[in-house]
């Protein structure tokens, strides 16, 4: 079977920025605080992601707060909780992509619906990037299905698998509520277990907020399912792994002193 991502990994501009990450990445890693304080560095990533993921959802808190744990918002506290697990579902993540997306959403979305981690079988009203209606539920169960397959087979590189993830379950909203926590949860989960950020390092969330508009108008060009627009969501997404190693960068710089 030929795997689709392999046509959207070649599309204009996807290998040049693919790779630009990539060496991002690499250089990140070579950054000499982390011979001894890669744990350190993780945590503080895994909690601007959080923080940042959430501001993302409409629910932005300060920083500090948010480190000292007063800062009980349960979008916050959802962001968190998610971004804590990626560890250890990443092992199973392509062998059992539904039961870890299943397991993300229980922990994004606990305090946010009474039944946290079952696809919804209903149409939702959630839109909070403004992306029009969500697909029906026959509709998104069968995309999932793809999505499920492709997490489990696809070779094409880590950035275009995970940019593929993220949107999908941006765009679907397959649970109804928390799918913006679950979907930038998913891409980085994907960055890790396909090696491309083994250590979970880069803040990718942070990059995404820190492009602003550019992030839900990317998926507005993901949406029009075109060569062009879905080119357009991917170089995104490579943009958002470079700023999130500049972020993590400043960490380590921060360390140092």
């Known amino acids: 079977m030929s795997d689709p991502l392999t046509a959207i990994a070649g599309l204009p501009g996807v290998p040049e ?142 950035l275009v698998l995970a940019a593929i993830v993220h949107a999908e379950l941006a765009v679907l909203r397959p649970f109804g509520v928390a799918d913006g926590l679950v979907a930038r949860a998913a891409e980085r989960l994907t960055l890790v277990d396909l090696g491309l950020d083994p250590k979970s390092l880069a803040a990718v969330e942070v990059g995404h907020a820190d492009l602003g508009d550019a992030y839900a108008e990317g998926l507005r060009a993901y949406l029009t399912g075109t060569g062009e627009g879905v080119g357009t969501w991917v170089r995104h997404c490579a943009s958002a792994v470079v700023y999130g190693v500049r972020e993590t960068t400043a960490i380590c710089e921060a360390m140092s002193r």
């Open 17 to 158: 920025a693919v790779q630009e990450a990539r060496e991002a990445v690499d250089r990140l890693y070579r950054h000499r605080v982390l011979r001894r304080r890669s744990p350190e560095v993780s945590a503080e990533s895994a909690l601007r992601g959080a923080r940042a993921s959430a501001a993302i959802e409409g629910v932005d808190v300060p920083l500090e707060p948010l480190r000292t744990g007063e800062v009980t918002d349960p979008v916050v506290q959802g962001a968190l909780r998610a971004s804590a697990e990626l560890g250890r579902l990443a092992p199973t993540w392509r062998s059992a992509p539904r039961q870890v997306l299943a397991r993300l959403h229980a922990l994004a979305a606990a305090g946010l619906t009474a039944d946290p981690g079952r696809p919804r079988t209903e149409p939702t009203t959630a839109d909070p990037l403004g992306l029009g209606p969500a697909p029906g539920p026959e509709e998104t169960a069968a995309r999932m299905s793809a999505l499920a397959g492709l997490v489990a087979n696809s070779t094409a590189p880590a």
